[in-house]
């Protein structure tokens, strides 16, 4: 079973920077896929980022070019930098493995925007 534990929202001001990381737990394959979702008040669940087998990453045009994922595959973490954010950031971020045709997730951590 995997567990997935992620850390380090909180509230910032627009313009801001903030670190989220997700620390997996269980069987980890450097196979597996890691990355970040995030869902705001009233909207869908959107991608965010992936980074991939041999760190290929993607971003979704709303982040690209402000945040940048990492991994760690010794430690099983994977990381989000997010700079000059912005209030539409605002969602809960959730970090997800996926392997095959299944995801796991964790319980999400709250990124507020507001000055």
């Known amino acids: 079973q995997v567990q997935l534990v992620e850390s380090g929202g909180g509230l910032v001001q627009p313009g801001g920077s903030l670190r989220l990381s997700c620390a997996a737990s269980?069987?980890?394959?450097?196979?597996?896929?890691m990355g970040w979702y995030r869902q705001a008040p009233g909207k869908q669940r959107e991608l965010v980022s992936t980074?991939?087998?041999?760190?290929?990453?993607n971003y979704s045009d709303s982040v690209k070019g402000r945040f940048t994922i990492s991994r760690d595959n010794a430690k099983n973490t994977v990381a989000l930098q997010m700079n000059s954010l912005k209030p539409e950031d605002t969602a809960v971020y959730y970090c997800?493995?996926?392997?095959?045709?299944?995801?796991?997730w964790g319980q999400g951590t709250q990124v507020t925007v507001s000055s």
């Open positions: 997800y493995l996926r392997r095959g045709l299944v995801n796991y």
């Open positions: 980074i991939r087998t041999g760190g290929i990453t």
């Open positions: 269980g069987i980890i394959f450097s196979s597996d896929a």
